[in-house]
């Protein structure tokens, strides 16, 4: 069946140390491809996404995404974490020109001060 | 910042009975979703309005589920009876094209804990 995955479920980091969330999905074609966070207590908002273009996407608060169509991956990075970045992230595909959005399983992060 | 609306936002009920959640989308936003997310898991779309139609409903459990979106604005997403497996996140999420690619956008939840 078609899925999007993300192996890491929980992962815990120091403050300031670099954070690389993977995300994997199986669908063939095109694709769009997002990353939601949801901070404790508080809804899914929008952290970046990616239609088509540059593969290296740009999001809020310093997070950035990179879409390599060849490994079917669009992993999460941010070079320097902060308490605040506790929260959960889930990757999101779109497959096609659809609005049929999955999700992956999500992956909880806690930041240590 | 215009925002998703849902109420109730926690709900306790007893097996069996009825419950009802309601989802006022952002102004103007064409498409309505209405997601379950169990415990630890990501959300699953459970429905999609566009305006006043489904566009898919074929993961509702439309033995027990319905959903209505009357006047293409906001929508009700009901359960009767509910059963302890129904215990999750209702999350609604809206988007402003038509049948077109495009970011959807999230509600509060509401959480149903069924006894």
């Known amino acids: 069946a078609q899925s999007v995955s993300q192996h890491n479920h929980h992962v815990i980091l120091s403050e300031a140390a670099s954070l690389e969330l993977g995300c994997n999905y199986s669908?063939?074609?095109?694709?769009?491809l997002f990353w939601y966070v949801q901070y404790p207590g508080q809804h899914l908002q929008l952290l970046l996404k990616?239609?088509?273009?540059?593969?290296l996407v740009k999001g809020i608060k310093g997070f950035e995404a990179e879409f390599i169509k060849s490994k079917f991956s669009f992993n999460l990075r941010k070079p320097s974490v902060q308490w605040s970045d506790t929260a959960e992230y889930f990757c999101?595909?779109?497959?096609?020109?659809?609005?049929?959005?999955?999700f992956g399983g999500g992956t909880r992060l806690m930041v240590k001060p | 910042e215009a925002e998703v609306a849902q109420s109730p936002r926690y709900k306790i009920t007893e097996k069996s009975q009825a419950v009802a959640f309601w989802c006022d989308p952002i102004s103007g936003h064409a498409t309505l979703y209405w997601y379950r997310q169990i415990l630890g898991q990501g959300p699953e779309l459970l429905v999609q309005?566009?305006?006043?139609?489904?566009?898919?409903d074929s993961q509702l459990p439309k033995d027990r589920f319905s959903a209505e979106r009357l006047k293409g604005v906001d929508s009700t997403l009901k359960i009767q009876p509910a059963e302890l497996g129904d215990s999750a996140m209702y999350l609604c999420?809206?988007?402003?094209?038509?049948?077109?690619?495009?970011?959807?956008?999230f509600g509060p939840g509401t959480r149903l804990t069924v006894l």
């Open positions: 999101a595909v779109i497959p096609g020109a659809g609005n049929m959005l999955t």
């Open positions: 309005f566009q305006d006043e139609s489904v566009v898919d």
């Open positions: 669908y063939g074609g095109t694709v769009n």
């Open positions: 990616y239609f088509s273009g540059d593969p």
């Open positions: 999420a809206s988007s402003l094209q038509r049948g077109r690619t495009d970011t959807q956008y």
